[in-house]
């Protein structure tokens, strides 16, 4: 039986564009860095039988600094560079939404896991969700997972202490969370 993964982007695969580009989104191809190691941790998920889906807000469709084509285009050369250095991912799915939009996808809210179970015919509960913030952490236990908080985006420990819902794990990075899930550790992160 095939494994599978969930994870968000940025902040986890790539720079968190807070704070550095236009609109703080990736809104172009050029706003997009992968973070060091990234592409070597989705590797490892795939030389380890995990199935990779990305599931990310993407707000600034919503809020017209990005359209779908840009994201489509940032998108499609993310998953041709990550296949070109010998990983995979399966499936990714974006909410174009803001939060005033009120949709159902746009995490803490699980539209998104619960279209990706439906189309991939796989149960989210009890499967790992990486992430770099709280609406990850929210969206993940909401819907059964095991949740992991890297700190290679827009969380850091302190902000941790006033949530109401904390992260299963806590590491510094996709690369040192993946060795973690795909070790099968008993170990607890931070």
């Known amino acids: 039986m095939k494994k599978i993964i969930f994870i968000d982007r940025d902040g986890v695969i790539n720079r968190d564009p807070g704070g550095w580009t236009e609109h703080s989104y990736v809104t172009k191809w050029s706003d997009f860095h992968f973070l060091p190691n990234s592409i070597k941790a989705l590797r490892k998920l795939k030389n380890a039988g995990y199935d990779i889906v990305v599931i990310s807000n993407q707000g600034g ?5 990005c359209t779908k084509e840009a994201l489509n285009d940032i998108n499609k050369k993310m998953l041709e560079k990550i296949e070109k250095n010998g990983a995979r991912i399966k499936k990714t799915y974006y909410c174009p939404h803001q939060d005033s939009d ?3 996808c746009r995490k803490p809210e699980t539209g998104l896991f619960r279209r990706a179970e439906k189309e991939l015919g ?7 969700f990486i992430g770099d913030g709280k609406t990850d952490v929210e969206a993940g236990a909401r819907m059964g ?4 908080l890297v700190l290679s985006g827009k969380t850091n420990l302190d902000k941790i202490k006033s949530w109401d819902i904390r992260p299963d794990y806590i590491f510094d990075d996709l690369d040192e969370a993946v060795e973690f899930v795909t070790a099968g550790s008993k170990k607890d992160g931070r």
Not at 61 to 65: A, C, E, H, I, W
Not at 145 to 148: D, G
């Open 61 to 65: 469709v919503s809020k017209g600094y």
């Open 102 to 104: 009120s949709c159902d």
């Open 122 to 128: 796989v149960c989210a509960a009890g499967k790992f």
């Open 145 to 148: 997972m095991k949740t992991i």
